[in-house]
């Protein structure tokens, strides 16, 4: 199990941000952010942890979902790991007709370090997001 808790320096935009769709995909946004922060700053397991977080909120969005997976590949080649590059080739083909169809799992992480049709269970600071996101927490 992946611990993507990001402990007491979480993003405000998660504290704060409670049943409005506007403010769950600004707290999904806050994911995405942080990932190009750590980025930036050469943070490559941070950037992750973050990918993995706004991929559990981006699952029932196809396109954000979709580009969330589109995140995560760029992040797999800058790393050369060949294994998450194949993972996220295949997410990428699954990812639009998972959410489309609300076929998804639930708040998996969407590394190919987990199988890509196991639930699994989604932290607490991001349910109400999830929820207000329309999926299922």
């Known amino acids: 199990m992946h611990d993507i808790d990001e402990g007491p320096h979480r993003s405000d935009a998660i504290r ?12 999904l946004a806050g994911r995405t952010n942080a990932a190009t922060t750590a980025r930036r700053s050469g943070e490559a ?8 977080r706004a991929h559990i909120l981006s699952q029932p969005l196809a396109g954000l979902h979709l ?4 995140a995560m590949l760029t992040a797999s080649v800058r790393r050369r790991d060949g294994r ?15 959410s489309v169809s609300g076929r998804y799992p639930v708040g998996n992480t969407g590394g190919a370090d987990v ?3 196991s639930p699994m269970a989604v932290p607490e600071d ?6 207000a996101l329309g999926g299922a927490a």
């Open 16 to 27: 704060t941000t409670h049943r409005s769709p506007a403010g769950a995909r600004g707290g």
């Open 45 to 52: 397991p941070t950037e992750w942890r973050h990918l993995e």
């Open 67 to 70: 580009r969330t997976h589109g």
């Open 84 to 98: 998450e590059i194949a993972g996220q080739l295949l997410r990428l083909v699954l990812a639009v007709p998972g």
């Open 115 to 117: 199988s890509a049709f």
């Open 126 to 131: 991001l349910r109400p997001l999830l929820l």
